[in-house]
């Protein structure tokens, strides 16, 4: 509910409002809070899957890389922030629309880095470089492209994004990739930690309001960090040795890791990029429609799909990852009614303070992994359950049943058996492991080549008996 303390119902929905600066600063905090944890776990799971990150031989020197990328993650969410909410030129909305780092493109880096190393990440940061340039030219001509990704093909990709993170939930919360194997993984201690942040979690998303359920995760994942220590998981002399070994300040390094071009990398960052740039559209809508009773203009969706694709080639430049609107904070506006966008800028100029203090950084390297796996759990459900959401907005007649059924038994298949493509080119196969683009390619292939019309016997001989079933819900789509 708005507060009317803020200002009157009209400045509420400005987007040039500017609040009273000691009640704008905790507003802009919040926005923080609300996408903190899931802005830096990319990073430390791509840390992971490369192998200098948790477990590994960087431990000893406190985990240098990992840490720098958690603190780009902060800088350039902060930085693409400011590009939305400020703006230059035909850059940026002009709304208050908060950036991180996207979980999209996990799944595509995951392959491209596995037990690579260091020296996976110039691959890394030169398909972010490409992708965020191309996701920016997407802005020209996004209005006239959205046809190609209907709710069908986006809340699959969603889905898909989804399945292919929730491994690394369990695999974290026992206790991660380097215990697998030995008698700690899997451990009722191991476990019994990422619990404790799933139920905090649960308990305060359902039976708190306000800040305390927009912040769940966060505050689940700080509870699970106090039981830590309280098992001696963790130890306040691990806490202060990390804090000892970062610095004060760290300026950014222009091509710190290097930048190495793959067809690849380029090939499965582009296409992520239309998911992208279909999440920015609907999160820009989501943002006019609760905050300020209206639709998005062409020039505030074009703007937005600009300084998400800048926002994400600048970071790739610096050893950031790929940068997108967060939808948590589309319902964080509709939920205090706040819709100035002076206000994210405050949040955003946090973040870069944030990203700028190695300190910040080494706090977070030191959650144990079982602790993030509760939380990461919790997130990576909800991206299976947003792309739930999205596809029920389907029309669920069997031509589109045919299409998700090969789209998805494709990608899901690939992503569980990927030897199965083994004797393909290695940029074929690390694109078709992936899962999600064979699927997306498929489901778009297929949704624009296939009838609007199947004959009704059309499906009878491969559904099982089942496509009959449940007809009048399957047509209930909007």
């Known amino acids: 509910m708005a507060d009317s303390t803020i200002g009157t119902p009209e400045q509420l929905r400005d987007p040039n409002f500017t609040p009273a600066l000691y009640k704008a600063v905790p507003l802009g905090i919040q926005h923080v809070l609300a996408m903190f944890v899931s802005n830096v776990t990319p990073a430390i799971i791509l840390a992971g899957a490369a192998g200098f990150g948790f477990g590994s031989a960087a431990g000893a020197q406190g985990f240098p890389d990992m840490t720098y990328l958690i603190q780009m993650s902060m800088l350039f969410a902060g930085i693409a922030t400011l590009f939305q909410t400020i703006g230059m030129g035909p850059v940026g909305a002009r709304l208050p629309i908060v950036q991180g780092t996207s979980f999209a493109f996990i799944p595509i880096m995951i392959p491209l880095v596995a037990g690579k190393g260091v020296e996976a990440l110039p691959v890394i940061f030169g398909g972010v470089l490409v992708g965020g340039l191309f996701h ?4 020209t001509v996004i209005g006239r492209i959205r046809f190609a990704l209907p709710p069908l093909v986006t809340g699959l990709v969603v889905t898909m994004i989804g399945l292919a993170l929730v491994k690394v939930g369990i695999q974290y919360a026992a206790g991660g990739v380097p215990a697998m194997g030995t008698p700690e993984f899997g451990s ?32 689940g994942i700080l509870v699970g960090y106090v039981y830590a220590l309280a098992i001696g998981m963790l130890t306040f002399q691990g806490i202060a040795t990390s804090w000892g070994r970062a610095g004060l300040i760290e300026v950014p390094v222009p091509f710190k890791y290097g930048v190495e071009f793959s067809v690849a990398a380029i090939m499965g960052f582009c296409m992520m990029a239309f998911v992208s740039a279909v999440e920015t559209v609907g999160d820009v809508s989501g943002i006019t429609k609760g905050g300020a009773g209206r639709e998005a203009t062409e020039k505030e969706i074009q703007g937005a799909t600009y300084a998400d694709g800048f926002g994400t080639a600048v970071a790739g430049v610096f050893g950031g990852l790929p940068n997108t609107s967060f939808s948590q904070n589309v319902g964080l506006i509709a939920m205090t009614g706040v819709m ?11 973040l870069i303070l944030c990203g700028l203090v190695p300190k910040v950084g080494a706090l977070i390297r030191t959650i144990p992994i079982e602790v993030l796996g509760g939380g990461v759990i919790v997130m990576f459900g909800m991206v299976v359950a947003a792309g739930v959401s999205m596809l029920s907005d389907v029309h669920w007649n069997r031509r589109n049943m045919v299409i998700f059924a090969i789209a998805l038994s494709v990608g899901l298949g690939l992503q569980l058996e990927p030897s199965a493509v083994q004797h393909l ?12 683009l064979p699927a997306a390619l498929i489901a778009i292939g297929l949704n624009l080549a296939l009838p609007e019309d199947l004959p009704s016997e059309a499906t009878e001989e491969v559904s099982g008996g089942m496509a009959g079933q449940g007809r009048g819900s399957l047509h209930g789509g909007r």
């Open 340 to 350: 100035s966008r002076h206000v994210v800028t405050i949040g955003a100029l946090f």
């Open 136 to 139: 920016a030219a997407l802005g």
């Open 188 to 219: 009722l201690r191991s476990w019994s930690a990422a619990l404790v942040v799933v139920f905090v979690t649960l308990g305060l998303k359902f039976y708190a309001r306000g800040m305390l359920s927009v912040s769940a995760v966060a505050v």
């Open 425 to 436: 080119p290695e940029t074929l196969r690390i694109l078709m492991t992936s899962g999600i």
